[in-house]
């Protein structure tokens, strides 16, 4: 099982990434997936989800309106468009796949927002 994060990197206050997670070893269309992040110091927070089928997501309070998450079960592959970039939106971004049975996770990626 893998779960490979991409596309973080440094970017300006209010500038756009887009991360990307691609998943391998499971059947990706049986599972939720979610994106949560950890800032220094801080807990690991839940950022975004999105179910099965793609047709509900969640967000938390800070990001509504700036990220979206999205799926392409054919690709096996997530993601998470990061508009309007704020410097508290540095962290690790983490990939996670849960079923009612299992919880995948990858290994990480950098964002750092910063002038």
């Known amino acids: 099982v893998q779960l490979v994060e991409s596309g973080g990197g440094l970017v300006q206050p209010g500038g756009s990434l887009r991360l990307s997670c691609a998943a391998s070893?499971?059947?990706?269309?049986?599972?939720?997936m979610r994106w949560h992040r950890q800032a220094p110091g801080k807990e690991r927070e839940l950022v975004a989800r999105?179910?099965?089928?793609?047709?509900?997501?969640y967000y938390l309070d800070s990001v509504k309106g700036r990220f979206a998450i999205s799926r392409d079960n054919a690709k096996n592959t997530v993601y998470l468009q990061m508009n309007s970039l704020k410097p508290e939106d540095t962290a690790v971004y983490y990939c996670?796949?849960?079923?009612?049975?299992?919880?995948?996770w990858g290994q990480g990626t950098q964002v750092t927002v910063s002038s």
């Open positions: 999105i179910t099965v089928a793609g047709g509900t997501t």
């Open positions: 996670n796949a849960l079923s009612f049975t299992q919880d995948y």
């Open positions: 070893g499971f059947t990706f269309s049986s599972y939720v």
